[in-house]
């Protein structure tokens, strides 16, 4: 009975608090439409420039990349300190994302947002940044200087207009490889150990424009991206196994490490040729050094391994450029680890670029403005890189000259045949050629020069 | 008897209908409130809100640990993204279309998993949750590997700009999520209220009782895996419109995220459930907040929220286990 | 022939540790009876401890030592500080479930993993440690080949047998390795034949975490250290202890090389991407066809 008389009593009070809610609803949906944001340029005032960066800090992906932001911040804290760009202080705000898409997305939130920066600058992580690349687009904001070399972020400048790279192309790259494989290399079994995401697949794919291909399970092995730690034994063993004399290797530094490693273990020495990303001699001996092997054995280890690059060699120490930064970087990086090496090199370089960005730009800083300096004037952001940007209105790519050098055996990679001659290509099926440029000079105070 | 049954399943289903409305209203009004970031991040509560219900009803009702809901909401998450990127679909019909391959997974999941107890239950869901990004670059040319497949909320029709203004992106976020986590809401309501919840529960609580007063248990679990799937895969569908459905979007540290949020907020009701997201959603947020004054270098900022929510659990789990919303457990038990 | 020997060297350096691993497992489950998630967190975080003393000048044994100490002071820590708690906890409504006082320890466990983690995060930082070996890591040369089987893999495999002879011994034949055994099947039971159940618990994590530690050491000169370096271990280790079964030392081992050669014959002869699923496809297969695990006895799957 009294199951009954509490039901119906039920069924009068909801009705009601339905109709009332469903009116507050309306009511609160119709709050909620705010009118649109203001006109004033985000992230810059009249004493600061506020960009953002992206990039695993902590995490497995992180070891070597998470120096780059704090070089960067040296470069500006340098810059700042001779009284910034037309008087404005640059500060940079860094976000870690370990890695994950996830918290890509909510800290490109957290720094349009509540940083309200001005512009992203030098972010690392291909799959990382496409989970935000289209947001950051369709708000214009400039995506300045992304650390990877995805073509497919430059390749088509109406679909990403505000992106731009601070990399050369892994395709372009490994076709300019390849074309000196095939001169030089003819009569040698090539192999190639590449991980499993964009990077390897891209390298593979630029091998094979250039002519130079390999047999899955034979004369190619493979590692997901991020397990090496795990030891890549049974990939060294099994190229080895196959009589494979060169080895081209599409992963980054840690990898390369790991394989040498691997490899020494069961007597195998074969020709190291290694893509510019995992190419880092001082993680290189940092790894191996660990494991028991000195520094001296490691450097002979290195030695001879061919690789390839768009700036000098961070070992160059008599490169203007590399003498100008190293004494930033010893004077201005508050970072927990500075040791000098390539990614602090590509940091310091990435800061450079943007300051001339900036400064070319002009006083009025506006996110229109310094996205259309930028495409039109690539020629004017010299760096310390050897080849020159190839921004224009079909295409965002970086550097698209890249030199070829082998490790001598003080772990500096020297140009190959003693005369540095820088390649270029494009990330498509155009031939590789050789390009002529000479580098500006570095001005005495280090700083970029307008015009 | 069939009258009476009849009524009580109508006024469940008011009950659930008037707290799902009540909901949405606070979310609305309190949402109205807050500027575009905190916006953002209300339309991520509501999104693993859905998620942690899930683990509400797998663990906190029916007692069964699993650590895998993130390979679930991959699930979820990947059937959207192909629906929406090969066939054109809006995402209004990909997603209640991808309920039904999560409910699949979880019937798979559920078949295997029915016989499994505790520690062998969470370790299986776990060797499962690592598997998944194995899988998306196994089939490459399918789930674009590493790539991903890129996806977003997209904008809102026309008719509805015409009614409400147009919302900035945040807003509108926060306009996609939140039917999704009210229909999610009112379906766990009615569970937990009705016949189903307390079979569920006399599973959790005592499994020789249960069999003994009828229950057919193993077809039970089954059934709570393919309803606790159904729940996880929805929050996996939204969670990856936020920009890109790839490997590195659920990964096993998002299993762990709402379980955490799960037994934070109390494992064994919805409130619990809202509680806890809002508390790992959040959090965050509130330790920059509080200690973005004392200079800490990036070392220690990177790490500190994972070790706080990590020794919450802990302490969660030590002193109070029924977590935040426990301490009134009320009407559900 | 080669990729064979190959495999097979690898198979059986590799397995060493994952037996290793489900050896700490098993004995968790046997004196505390709960699966120990942040068992290679307390590895992880003896082994850090163990770089940083080989990074300021201490020899390998010294680190060693203090790697095997700290992980059994660690292991004892938080029994003392978390489980006990826990276990002695029945004032909740939500423990009176079986199921529930089944899972409450995993989620404390899975904390702790966290927790460690970013404590040595912050302590450590990210950066990716390599760590030495205390024997050559150079393959030993049979017939012309050079094998990739090194002198350092014959230290694991002997210190993993060691261990196995030891732990068996310690259980079968002591006092405290039946009172631990006593404890795990009945809490009560053993509280009233008088033993001191919260200690011998207590001494079930301290050897544990010792174990751990030492498959922690023995692993990382083969990879490198960083807080996540040894989540995959774990996966494996875990799967190794179902198959060999949760309650048997020496299933545990035999788990963990069958586990061994299954990854290192997955990874030669089919590719690396299907290791998971491979690991994921025996630990289904055994729940399946033989829950309890090759070795296991009848009541080992009591939950």
């Known amino acids: 009975m009294n199951a009954v008389i509490n039901l119906a009593s039920l069924s009068r009070s909801p009705r009601k608090s339905i109709a009332v809610i469903s009116v507050a609803l309306a009511g609160a949906l119709a709050l909620t439409a705010m009118p649109a944001q203001g006109a004033s340029t985000p992230g810059v005032s009249d004493t600061e420039i506020v960009l953002g960066m992206q990039l695993p800090q902590t995490g497995p992906a992180s070891p070597g990349y998470n120096k780059v932001d704090d070089a960067m911040r040296a470069y500006f804290d340098y810059v700042n300190s001779k009284g910034g760009v037309y008087g404005r202080k640059i500060t940079l705000v860094a976000k870690d994302d370990t890695y994950k898409a996830g918290l890509t997305v909510t800290s490109a939130s957290a720094l349009i947002n509540k940083d309200k920066v001005f512009a992203m600058v030098g972010s690392i992580g291909t799959q990382t940044h496409i989970s935000v690349i289209k947001d950051i687009n369709r708000r214009g904001i400039p995506d300045l200087f992304v650390n990877s070399g995805y073509s497919g972020f430059y390749t088509d400048p109406k679909k990403y207009p505000t992106t731009f790279g601070a990399l050369g192309t892994y395709v372009a790259e490994a076709k300019i490889l390849g074309k000196y494989i095939k001169e030089n290399l003819a009569t040698k079994n090539v192999g190639i150990l590449y991980q499993t995401d964009d990077f390897g697949r891209n390298t593979v794919e630029g091998l094979t424009t250039a002519g130079v291909t390999f047999t899955a399970k034979k004369t190619a092995a493979t590692f997901i991206a991020g397990t090496q730690a795990g030891g890549l034994d049974a990939q060294m063993q099994q190229l080895k196994d196959n009589n494979v004399d060169v080895v081209i290797i599409g992963a980054v530094a840690s990898a390369f490490a790991t394989a040498v490693g691997s490899a020494n273990k069961i007597g195998y020495k074969p020709q190291y040729i290694v893509i510019s990303v995992g190419s880092d001699a001082t993680t290189f001996q940092t790894i191996l050094g660990s494991k028991g092997i000195a520094p001296a054995v490691s450097a002979g280890l290195l030695a001879g391994t061919i690789s390839a690059s768009h700036a000098p060699s961070p070992g160059e120490a008599d490169d203007e450029f590399v003498k100008a930064f190293k004494k930033i970087n010893d004077d201005f990086n508050k970072g927990p680890s500075k040791t000098w090496d390539n990614n602090v090199l590509q940091g310091m370089n990435i800061g450079y670029v943007t300051t001339a960005a900036l400064m070319g730009a002009g006083k009025d800083l506006t996110r229109e403005g310094i996205i259309k300096y930028i495409e039109n004037n690539p020629l004017k952001l010299s760096s310390a890189a050897l080849a020159p940007l190839g921004y224009s209105a079909t295409t965002h790519e970086a550097f698209t000259g890249f030199w070829i050098g082998k490790y001598d055996a003080t772990t500096v990679l020297k140009p190959i045949d003693g005369t540095r001659k820088v390649w270029t290509t494009d990330s498509a099926k155009g031939p590789v050629t050789e390009l002529k440029y000479t580098r500006p000079a570095i001005a005495a105070d280090a700083l970029p020069k307008v015009g | ?333 | 022939m080669n990729t064979f020997l190959a495999a097979l060297s690898l198979g059986t350096s590799r397995g060493a540790i994952f037996a290793l691993v489900a050896l700490g497992l098993v004995i968790v489950w046997r004196g505390a009876g709960i699966v120990n998630f942040a068992q290679m967190g307390q590895a992880m975080f003896s082994t850090y401890i163990a770089s940083t003393l080989i990074a300021n000048g201490y020899s390998y044994w010294v680190a060693f030592l203090a790697a095997l100490l700290s992980g059994a002071a660690l292991g004892a820590l938080l029994d003392i500080f978390i489980m006990r708690p826990l276990s002695n906890k029945k004032q909740s409504e939500l423990l009176s479930s079986e199921s529930m006082r089944a899972a409450v320890p995993v989620i404390a466990s899975l904390g702790i993993l966290g927790a460690l983690q970013a404590l040595a995060g912050i302590i450590w930082a990210a950066e990716e440690r390599g760590f030495p070996a205390p024997a050559k890591e150079e393959g030993f040369t049979v017939a012309g080949n050079v094998l990739p089987f090194t002198s350092f893999d014959v230290f694991v495999v002997s210190i993993v047998t060691l261990t196995l002879i030891v732990t068996t011994l310690f259980f079968t034949k002591t006092g405290i390795g039946l009172a631990m055994r006593a404890t795990a099947l009945n809490q009560e039971v053993a509280k009233l034949s008088g033993i001191r159940t919260n200690r011998t618990r207590t001494i079930s994590w301290a050897i544990s975490g010792a174990a751990s530690s030492l498959a922690g050491l023995l692993i990382t000169p083969t990879s490198n250290l960083s807080p996540n370096t040894l989540d995959l271990v774990l996966i494996v280790g875990f799967t190794a202890a179902v198959v060999g079964g949760l309650d048997s030392p020496v299933g545990a081992v035999l788990g963990g090389f069958i586990l061994g050669m299954v990854i290192s014959f997955v990874t030669f002869y089919d590719t690396p991407e299907d290791v998971f699923l491979a690991i994921l496809a025996v630990l289904l297969a055994v729940l399946i066809i033989r829950p309890r695990g090759i070795l296991g006895s009848k009541d080992a799957r009591r939950v």
Do not use: C
């Not at chain 2, 469940?12 to 009004?29: G, K, M």
């Not at chain 2, 807050?34 to 906190?60: E, K, M, P, R, W």
């Not at chain 2, 040319?141 to 203004?165: A, H, I, N, R, T």
């Not at chain 2, 309501?189 to 229950?215: F, H, Q, Y």
């Open chain 2, 1 to 333: 008897m069939r009258a009476v049954s009849n009524l009580k399943r109508k006024s469940i289903a008011r009950t659930s209908l008037i707290r799902t409305l009540i909901f949405a209203a606070l979310v609305l009004l309190v949402g109205a409130q807050f500027d575009a970031y905190n916006q953002a991040q209300l339309a991520v509560v509501l999104i693993l809100f859905i998620g942690v219900l899930s683990i509400t009803l797998l663990t906190g009702i029916s007692g069964q640990l699993s650590l895998g809901q993130g390979a679930l909401m991959a699930v979820g998450g990947y059937s959207t993204a192909l629906l929406i990127t090969n066939y054109t679909l809006s995402l209004w019909v990909a997603i209640p279309l991808s309920v039904i391959s999560s409910a699949i997974a979880g019937l798979l999941l559920g078949v295997a998993a029915a016989r499994l107890r505790g520690p062998y239950l969470a370790g299986t869901t776990l060797v499962i949750a690592l598997a998944i990004p194995t899988i998306a670059n196994r089939f490459m040319s399918v789930f674009k590997g590493d790539e991903g497949l890129q996806v977003d909320v997209g904008y809102p029709p026309q008719w509805f700009s015409s009614l409400f203004g147009e919302p900035t992106y945040e807003q509108w976020q926060l306009y996609v999520a939140l039917p999704f986590a009210g229909v999610a809401l009112f379906f766990a309501s009615n569970i937990l209220l009705s016949r189903t919840g307390r079979m569920w529960r006399s599973i959790r609580d005592n499994e020789s009782a249960a069999s003994l007063a009828g229950v057919n248990f193993s077809r039970q679990k089954i059934y709570v895996f393919v309803i606790s799937s159904t729940f996880a895969g929805l929050s996996g569908a939204l969670y990856g419109l936020r920009g890109l459905v790839g490997p590195s979007v659920y990964p096993v540290s998002l299993s762990l995220l709402l379980l955490t949020a799960a037994v934070l907020g109390g494992i064994r009701s919805i409130t619990g459930a809202f509680i806890g997201t809002v508390i790992v959603v959040f959090l965050p947020d509130w330790i920059e907040l509080i200690l973005g004054n004392f200079g800490l270098s990036e070392q220690v900022s990177n790490f500190l929220p994972a070790l706080i929510s990590s020794l919450l659990l802990i302490l969660t789990v030590v002193i109070n286990p029924a977590g935040v919303a426990g301490a009134r457990l009320h009407k559900h038990k």
